[in-house]
């Protein structure tokens, strides 16, 4: 398979599907109930600038993401 692409590889103003999550435990727990999940389209709307944190539109919502948290998530 190539190489995985996360969410934190996504530059700002594109979209992406996520795929599947890969935390484990209380990391994965608060992405899913953030409302991203498999099938979910993720729009990068900004990112700090010193990278950290990422703002993303996921199902009409404008949440926050840090980079470890963005790297949980594989995208396509």
Same mark, same amino acid.
């Given at each position: 398979?190539? =190489?995985? @692409? /996360? ?9 992406? /599907? ?5 935390? =484990?435990?209380?990391? @994965?727990? #608060?992405?899913? %109930?953030?409302?991203?999940? &498999?099938? /979910? =389209?993720?729009?990068?709307? &900004?990112?700090?600038?010193?990278? %950290?944190?990422?703002?993303? /539109? ?7 993401? #840090? &980079?470890? =948290? ?7």
């Amino acid at each position: 398979m190539a =190489e995985d @692409k /996360t969410l934190r590889d996504v530059a700002v103003g594109q979209s992406a /599907t996520v795929r599947r999550l890969v935390g =484990e435990g209380a990391v @994965k727990r #608060r992405i899913m %109930d953030m409302g991203i999940t &498999k099938g /979910t =389209e993720v729009l990068v709307r &900004k990112v700090a600038p010193l990278g %950290d944190p990422i703002e993303v /539109t996921v199902r009409g919502f404008e949440l926050s993401l #840090r &980079k470890d =948290e963005a790297e949980n998530v594989l995208v396509a």
